[in-house]
């Protein structure tokens, strides 16, 4: 007995509000509803209640008697472009943690809290197990540490009432007075140096990376008996992405 392939289900709503949606998009100034009815095919009744539901969504926006595109659809057309820049950066980072024979991080300081947006390492060099949340353990590893030595004084202290200095190694820094002594004493763009303080076994440096108002990092580690291998890496790590700046070819926006 033969069978039949079903015929996909579809969604008439949907497909005449993207309709509209591509029909307003063709217009850079925005369009009437009516000429929107006009160049989509539907009835102009249809055509005000999806624009009235797509207006209430965030999707268009009425200005001035014409619809055009809301916020909610340029992040949606935007998605592309951050899936791209973070491409970039995976990327970079294998590129960075073959040449130097490294473990490759890359944070971001993001609405209050910590982001590790990538990671790149080798079962040779293997990154270090996130074995207590890096968001709630700033204080305790490099990339936190210059996160937070980029904040103003404000914001560095609503992050640490939120996630208290709490030891999670005999190494990790002693207290909160210990902590704002160490980020205070950082020179500008120098690496911040952390030494079994998240890991036993393990040494990591991190570099600041600003770029407007978001404060992001990049980081390297090493098991200890290879710390003499750390400075050495992390400047090769610097001028790396000095280069990339200047080439405009790297985004820390996504």
């Given at each position: 007995m033969a069978t039949q392939t079903a015929a996909p289900t579809l969604i008439g709503s949907v497909q005449r509000a993207l309709r509209l949606l591509e029909a307003?998009?063709?217009?850079?100034?925005?369009?009437?509803?009516?000429?929107?009815?006009?160049?989509?095919?539907?009835?102009?009744?249809?055509?005000?209640?999806?624009?009235?539901?797509?207006?209430?969504?965030?999707?268009?926006?009425r200005e001035k008697g014409v619809f055009v595109l809301?916020?909610?659809?340029?992040?949606?057309?935007?998605?592309?472009?951050?899936?791209?820049?973070?491409?970039?950066?995976?990327?970079?980072?294998?590129?960075?943690?073959?040449?130097?024979?490294?473990?490759?991080?890359?944070?971001?300081?993001?609405?209050?809290?910590?982001?590790?947006?990538?990671?790149?390492?080798?079962?040779?060099?293997?990154?270090?197990?996130?074995?207590?949340?890096?968001?709630?353990?700033?204080?305790?590893?490099?990339?936190?540490?210059?996160?937070?030595?980029?904040?103003?004084?404000?914001s560095r202290q609503d992050h640490l009432d939120r996630h208290p200095v709490e030891a999670i190694t005999p190494y990790t820094v002693r207290n909160h007075r210990a902590l704002l002594e160490r980020l205070g004493g950082l020179g500008r763009m120098e690496p911040l140096v952390e030494r079994q303080e998240y890991a036993l076994g393990t040494v990591c440096a991190a570099i600041p990376i600003t770029a407007g108002s978001t404060a992001a990092a990049m980081a390297i580690s090493l098991p200890l008996h290879q710390e003499e291998r750390l400075l050495p890496a992390v400047e090769r790590l610097r001028t790396e992405i000095g280069r990339l700046f200047s080439s405009?070819?790297?985004?820390?926006?996504?």
């Open positions: 307003v998009s063709s217009h850079a100034e925005g369009a009437p509803a009516k000429q929107l009815a006009r160049e989509t095919g539907l009835p102009l009744p249809t055509t005000y209640h999806l624009l009235r539901t797509l207006t209430h969504e965030g999707y268009l926006v809301g916020d909610a659809a340029v992040r949606l057309a935007g998605g592309g472009d951050v899936q791209n820049r973070r491409i970039k950066i995976e990327d970079s980072l294998a590129r960075w943690r073959d040449a130097i024979g490294v473990p490759v991080y890359f944070a971001l300081y993001r609405e209050g809290e910590i982001e590790l947006v990538a990671v790149a390492d080798t079962p040779s060099a293997p990154a270090v197990e996130e074995w207590a949340d890096f968001r709630e353990t700033g204080h305790a590893h490099a990339i936190g540490q210059c996160l937070l030595s980029q904040l103003d004084l404000k405009l070819a790297f985004s820390i926006s996504i």
